[in-house]
């Protein structure tokens, strides 16, 4: 959990706590605060960003980070007295014609409704942010950001984009980078699968948090030796490894962008720090990652398929 609660500072409409010279803001300030750090404009065209559910003018005093705006999260959000949710993943990100609470997204609203909780979100332009969910993700590896995998043109300081290209402090071979990565990123069934000799060297690394098989063009120009990512599926990973001794770490989804929640909770910490706002941020550590367990294969010789 992060909070801060300052006795300085002043918002436009926030409202002073009874006995207390900290600021209580309206939701209106707090969205111009997120969308200054994830401006809605930057998102892709097919995606969903900004504010799902909300009173502009109702107070915030608490936030809560997460991945994904399932009903565990919601749950939680109410259990914990929060009063805006901000989520990585869209709730609706193709349309729909209800929000009737027999539906598992209509529940969701109704209970956030019911609950006087907006809901808030930021994907796509998070992942292109600087800093963003990638430099998140290296973050937590320890992995020292060089630029963007796929810079955004429209940056003309070439900080923004897709993926991060980054370089180890000392070389690791695959094997330990993988361990690192399995120890580092919060734990998954899935844990982390490797593509590539287990004992070659690695010194540089391009990270690109959640799906990112669809960037291996980008990551084979860059000339790394690994690319650690998530959802790579079996022809675009099988042809990724056939052009090149580029080697593969794939980690579950969620994992990957979860230490995003981590950095846009401090940054918002740091706003509310600054502006004097009475305001408690949390990041929820529950894993909703779909996956809930595992059984390793017990062949250990890959030469051959079983009879």
Known sequence: MISHIRESGAGSGAQRCPGSLALVPRLSEVIAALENLWPAERAESWDAVGTVVGDP??????????????????????KLGADLLVTHHP?????????????FKGRVVHTL??????LHVAHTNADTADPGVSDALAGALDLRVVRPLVPDPTDPEGRRGLGRICELDHPLTLRELAARAAERLPATAQGIRVAGDPEATVRTVAVSGGSGDSLFDDVRAAGVDAFLTADLRHHPASEAVAHSPLALLDAAHWATEWPWCELAAAQLDEIS???????????????????????????????????
């Open 273 to 307: 720090d600054r502006n004097g706002w009475d305001l408690r941020v949390h990041v929820s550590k529950t894993v909703t990652d779909p996956w809930t367990a595992h059984a390793a294969s017990a062949l250990t010789d890959t030469s051959g398929a079983p009879n």
């Open 113 to 118: 409704i019911k609950n006087d909780i907006a």
């Open 91 to 103: 709730l609706y990100l193709r349309g729909t014609t209800t929000v009737a609470a027999s539906t």
């Open 57 to 78: 003018d109702q107070g915030v005093s608490r936030v809560l980070f997460a991945v994904d705006p399932v009903q565990e999260i919601v749950d939680e959000a109410v």
